[in-house]
Every structure is written in structure tokens, then in C-alpha cells.
């Protein structure tokens, strides 16, 4: 068996095209521009990166992009104070600090500053807590790409055996939350997970969400099962580098009925998800109709 290349890239593209349309309709109907600002601080080459791409993006898709730039030493209290005047800013409707942050700041504190209604990441206790329980919230962009895309390509996940390998705050616990919402039976699997090939090998679906390069072969997949690769590993390719996933692209494509590449798989999603996060935060704050396929 040859599995179904899941494009991301492809997906993402469309996701970007109908967040543009509702961008349009906003503005024409109802005189809104979604805004979104990105907080980075230090220069961690992989950040700046993305946070261009966030830029970029947000721009294309016809809103406001907002960026703050801070040094690597700046301070906890100095970083909180940048944060509430989002938060107080009528036009930005969405909030993202990328992480990681520098080692003398505090993640929880910092994430848990942001307006829960801004928390275009879903990072804020607040929205864990919702997402948790089942209730309207704001959920994290790279388990929502891959819901999406799990959606599109099977329609209904009801009754699934899904295990998701990883148990990251970011990845591995909402994922596992989003598939029992989509009537999935879930397992969380990590390092400690004993005998984690047959744990694995029973899964209609695979998240691999575990940063560790190439770790789960082919002989762990069910044939026919779905497997999605969160992982993104730069390792070196000769006197090149090259991106991998946590899966062993080659044996799992033998087995598996559908599988997504890295790159152009997962990544691409979690900033189109960014952008439809960005939208629906602005409808909610204005008690506008929430636009249809982009949430959970
Ligand atoms: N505040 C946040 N920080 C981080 C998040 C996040 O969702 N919120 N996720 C990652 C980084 N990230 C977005 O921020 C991100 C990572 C990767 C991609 C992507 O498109 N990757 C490409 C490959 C890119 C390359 O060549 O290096 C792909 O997989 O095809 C997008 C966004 C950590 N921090
Ligand atoms: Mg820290």
C-alpha cells in the first residue's frame, strides 16, 4: 500500500482563502478589520522566521498585523506592560507571544497575562480549561490544523482509536482533547508509555506530536491507518541540513492509508488556524455570526 499524501499546504492555502473572504465581508458589512499582534522577544532564528511568515500572512488575507520586537533581556515586567496595552487596544483582536521565551521569563505567567478572549494561541488557562470541559474556547493552531485536516479527509472521526504521541501543553493534551470531541477513543502515549509499538499499532489514527526525529517506523502503523506528523527536526543531510517529522516518512508511507509530508504538512496549518483564530476572536468580540469550518 501506498498511502494518500495529505497536503497541508494545499489545505492551508484554502483555509487562508475563505478567512480572506470573511475578512472582505467583515469590512464591506460591518466596517471591522480583524487585528493580530505578534510579540517576539530575542532573535532565535526559527522565531523570526515564523514571525515574518505570521506577518506576511495576516497582511494577505486583508488584516491589520501588528509586530513587537523585544530584546533578548527585556524584562518580565517590561514584556507585561506591551501585553496590556493589547489587550486594552480596541483594533487587535488577537495576541500571540511565540515561544519559546527566553530562559528568565515565565511562560505561564506571561501567557496567562493575555486577554483569554485575544488568546489567538488557546496557550491561556482560561481556554485550556474550556476546551477541557467541552465549551466554546480559543484552540491552539497546530492541533486545530490537524483536526481540520483529519476532518476533511475521513468526515466523521466518531468511534476512531486515535493515539496521540506526545503530551505537550501545545500539541499533545489539546489534541487529545479535540479528538474526544470529535468522539474519538484516545489515548495519550510518551516517553514512559510501556509497550508503546502495540500501543500505537492499534491506532486508526497516529499524532506524532513528540520532537524526536524519525522515531516511529513503519512497523508500528496499522495498515490503512491515518497518521499525522507533527514533528518538525532539522537534522543533518551531508554537509546540508534537512527537515524531518517524528515519523519515518518512507516505512509509514508503505503502510499507512494517509499520511501528512514534512514540510507542507502540519506547519502550513498552524498559521492558516492563526489567522482563522484571529478572525473568530473579533467576531466573538463584536457578537458577529461566527464564520463556519474554521473552529472546533
Ligand atoms: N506562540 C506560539 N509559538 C510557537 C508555535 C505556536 O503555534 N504559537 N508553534 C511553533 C512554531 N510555529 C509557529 O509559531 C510554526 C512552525 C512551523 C511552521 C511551518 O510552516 N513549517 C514548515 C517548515 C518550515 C521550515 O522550512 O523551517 C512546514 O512544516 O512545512 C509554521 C509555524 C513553535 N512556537
Ligand atoms: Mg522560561
Request: proline letters at 6%.
Amino acid at each position: 500500500m501506498s498511502a494518500q499524501v495529505i497536503d497541508g499546504k494545499a489545505f492551508a492555502a484554502k483555509v487562508r482563502g475563505h478567512v480572506a473572504e470573511h475578512v472582505a465581508r467583515l469590512k464591506e458589512e460591518n466596517d471591522l478589520t480583524p487585528g493580530l499582534a505578534v510579540v517576539l522577544v530575542g532573535e532565535d532564528p526559527a522565531s523570526q522566521v515564523y514571525v515574518r511568515s505570521k506577518g506576511k500572512m495576516t497582511v494577505e488575507v486583508g488584516m491589520k498585523s501588528v509586530e513587537h520586537r523585544l530584546e533578548a533581556d527585556t524584562s518580565e515586567a517590561d514584556l507585561l506592560a506591551v501585553i496590556a496595552d493589547l489587550n486594552a487596544d480596541p483594533t487587535i483582536h488577537g495576541i500571540l507571544v511565540q515561544l519559546p521565551l527566553p530562559g528568565h521569563l515565565n511562560e505561564d505567567l506571561v501567557i496567562n497575562s493575555i486577554d483569554p478572549a485575544k488568546d489567538v494561541d488557546g496557550f491561556h488557562i482560561s481556554n485550556v480549561g474550556l476546551l477541557g470541559t467541552g465549551q466554546k474556547s480559543m484552540v491552539p493552531c497546530t492541533p486545530l490544523g490537524c483536526l481540520m485536516m483529519l476532518r476533511d479527509h475521513h468526515g466523521s472521526l466518531s468511534g476512531m482509536d486515535a493515539v496521540v504521541i506526545g503530551r505537550s501543553n501545545i500539541v499533545g493534551k489539546p489534541m487529545a482533547q479535540l479528538l474526544l470531541g470529535d468522539s474519538c477513543t484516545v489515548t495519550i502515549a510518551h516517553s514512559r508509555t510501556k509497550d508503546l509499538p502495540d500501543v500505537v499499532r492499534r491506532a486508526d489514527i497516529v499524532v506524532a506530536a513528540v520532537g524526536r526525529p524519525e522515531m516511529v517506523p513503519g512497523d508500528w502503523i496499522k495498515p490503512g491507518a491515518t497518521v499525522i506528523d507533527v514533528g518538525i527536526n532539522r537534522v543533518p543531510n551531508g554537509e546540508k541540513t534537512k527537515l524531518v517529522g517524528d515519523v519515518d516518512y518512507a516505512s509509514c508511507a508503505e503502510v499507512a492509508g494517509a499520511i501528512t509530508p514534512v514540510p507542507g504538512g502540519v506547519g502550513p496549518m498552524t498559521i492558516a488556524c492563526l489567522l482563522a483564530n484571529t478572525l473568530t476572536a473579533c467576531c466573538r468580540a463584536n457578537g458577529l455570526k461566527e464564520p463556519e469550518g474554521l473552529t472546533a
